[in-house]
T-cell receptor, first 116, second 116 residues
Framework: KAGVTQTPRYLIKTRGQQVTLSCSPI?????VSWYQQTPGQGLQFLFE???????NKGNFPGRFSGRQFSNSRSEMNVSTLELGDSALYLC???????????????FGAGTRLSVL | AQSVTQPDIHITVSEGASLELRCNYS??????LFWYVQSPGQGLQLLLK??????LVQGIKGFEAEFKRSQSSFNLRKPSVHWSDAAEYFC??????????????FGKGTKLSVKP
């Protein structure tokens, strides 16, 4: 079974631009979560989508948004990029329902975003 | 609020020596606890998890962790470290609060270096 796939792996953008990152979950998984990883703040939860609905959201500004499609693929968008948005963005997928014991999060390799 | 503390930012051990990485959590209910490992430029790989039951859990690559409720700890151990274990290790706590199961709170990580 294929794992979580994130595209692209690397991105370079300039301040003020916007960017869209993509995540394809493991087949059969309906929950997709996004995390931001930086050296200073570590791993921080951005948001979770389940069945095309945002189910939970972290403490990030409205410039960060996401969506999920009917096939469970998810995208996240960052508008008006700032230097501080440079980070590794990780996507994780899980079944999303049922017993918590069955809802292990499996991570993709991430998208490395550099904002110049 | 939920939180995870990994007191050691960087640990160096000799190959073949034993290893213990510390993790303390703050959570009001029964926590779901995880250890993930991240190699440079990669995503997170699940090493092991604790949901309930036996407080000593076994994981992949010869790792184990012990849940101690009285100390709010979930320390990771390995009896004999291999050079390939050099990576960054993250402890995380999860919940199913409000039906959302896709929100993990991570510690800041412990970077493990292995001396030959």
């Amino acid at each position: 079974k294929a794992g979580v796939t994130q595209t692209p792996r690397y991105l370079i953008k300039t301040r003020g631009q916007q960017v869209t990152l993509s995540c394809s979950p493991i087949s059969g998984h309906r929950s997709v979560s996004w995390y931001q990883q930086t050296p200073g703040q570590g791993l921080q939860f951005l948001f979770e989508y389940f069945s095309e609905t945002q189910r939970n959201k972290g403490n990030f500004p409205g410039r960060f948004s996401g969506r999920q499609f009917s096939n469970s693929r998810s995208e996240m968008n960052v508008s008006t990029l700032e230097l501080g948005d440079s980070a590794l963005y990780l996507c994780a997928s899980s079944l999303g329902q049922g017993a918590m014991t069955k809802n292990i999060q499996y991570f993709g390799a991430g998208t490395r975003l550099s904002v110049l | 609020a939920q939180s995870v503390t990994q007191p050691d930012i960087h640990i160096t051990v000799s190959e073949g020596a034993s290893l213990e990485l510390r993790c303390n959590y703050s959570y009001g209910a029964t926590p779901y606890l995880f250890w993930y490992v991240q190699s440079p430029g990669q995503g997170l790989q699940l090493l092991l998890k604790y949901f309930s039951g036996d407080t000593l859990v076994q994981g992949i690559k010869g790792f184990e962790a012990e849940f101690k409720r009285s100390q709010s700890s979930f320390n990771l151990r390995k009896p004999s470290v291999h050079w390939s274990d050099a990576a960054e290790y993250f402890c995380a706590v999860g919940s199913n609060y409000g039906g959302s199961q896709g929100n993990l709170i991570f510690g800041k990580g412990t970077k493990l270096s292995v001396k030959p």
